[in-house]
């Protein structure tokens, strides 16, 4: 099947199967949207599957590192690739301000530096231009 939900999705999909249900979730929700209000379809909201990412597969996991390292270090490889090759706005935006500057406000890019030192270097990288 040549079917594509967006980068984000895809690489998600492919690397953390543990997002499934959450980008199932989300598309669901997105299209009984827009059945019920006679919407178009459009691209699917990054911003609530970047918070979902978030909020249910790294905050919850981040303080027992070593049972979950290898689930956090996918999910890192996603989020760097997305900074690297994504959409600025579409891609990047997303998961920057639902995950990465959340992990900052919480104090916890040094944890995730323990384990993903290229993404927070590239982080950093990023905020010292904003």
């Known amino acids: 099947m040549d079917l594509s939900l967006g980068k984000f999705q895809d690489l998600l999909w ?8 959450m ?10 949207d827009a059945i019920e209000y006679d919407l178009h379809l459009n691209r699917s909201n990054n911003y609530a599957l970047a918070f979902a990412v978030y909020d249910k597969l790294i905050r919850p996991v981040l303080a027992n590192i070593s049972e979950h390292r290898d689930l956090l ?7 760097q690739r997305i900074i690297a090759e994504g959409n600025p706005a579409y891609d ?17 890019l040094e944890t995730v530096n323990y384990l993903a030192p290229d993404l927070i270097a590239l982080y950093r990288r990023m905020k010292s231009s904003w």
């Open 14 to 21: 492919m690397l953390v199967p543990e997002s499934r249900t």
């Open 23 to 32: 980008i199932a979730e989300i598309l669901r929700e997105e299209l009984d």
């Open 73 to 79: 270090i996918r999910c890192f490889v996603v989020i």
């Open 92 to 108: 990047r935006d997303p998961v920057v301000m639902e995950i990465l500057n959340r992990l900052d406000a919480a104090g916890q």
